[in-house]
């Protein structure tokens, strides 16, 4: 059985820094994609950075740009997000999602796979 478990969340003031850990467990993620989404309560899950099994390149929205960074371990099969100058309005859950051979999605529907969430809260 696969399993996705993000760890790293937490209360942080504005300005500071976080560092997102996803494991994945129960299959290869090798030639996976794997991303980072998040939900602020009330609103829909966005894509935030994430990088392609299939040509190991890294995709950032357009409010990570400049201040997310994403990686991947693959002997580990470990994904990261490097957070820095964080924001109040980047305040949500967490999750990291993963997609065997296929290309990286901005869309969530098409992940195979889901972790539980790992709240961040950045204050003012």
């Known amino acids: 059985q696969v399993h996705l478990v993000e760890s790293g969340g937490g209360l942080v003031r504005a300005g500071g820094s976080l560092r997102l850990s996803c494991v994945a467990t129960g299959d290869t993620f090798r030639r996976a994609s794997m991303a980072w989404f998040r939900q602020a309560p009330g609103r829909e899950r966005e894509f935030v950075a994430g990088i392609s099994g299939t040509t190991g390149s890294t995709y950032n929205s357009d409010s990570a740009k400049g201040r997310f960074t994403v990686s991947r371990d693959i002997d580990l099969d470990m994904l990261f997000l490097q957070m820095n100058s964080l924001k109040p309005e980047d305040t949500a859950v967490y999750y990291c999602?993963?997609?065997?051979?296929?290309?990286?999605?901005?869309?969530?529907?098409?992940?195979?796979?889901w972790g539980q969430g790992t709240q961040v809260t950045v204050s003012v």
């Open positions: 999602a993963a997609r065997q051979r296929m290309g990286i999605s901005f869309d969530p529907s098409p992940y195979d796979y």
